[in-house]
């Protein structure tokens, strides 16, 4: 995922802005982290380098 891209993201569940946490990168790219909402608090992984923004509730 791109650093970038939290500019247009929103959190699925109350469309506040999110918060990334980086575990792991490559090169400018985020392999593994976690993005935070900072209104409800939620949080969605991110997995080699793709983030899941289902709601918990709706996860495997």
Known sequence: ???DLL??????????ELKLDIVRTEGE???EGL???T???TTYPI????PDLLPPDERD
């Open 1 to 3: 995922m791109k650093p």
């Open 7 to 16: 500019e247009i993201l929103r959190c699925p569940i109350c469309k506040s």
């Open 29 to 31: 790219d985020v392999v």
């Open 35 to 37: 993005l935070t909402c």
């Open 39 to 41: 209104g409800c608090h």
């Open 47 to 50: 997995t080699d380098g793709i």
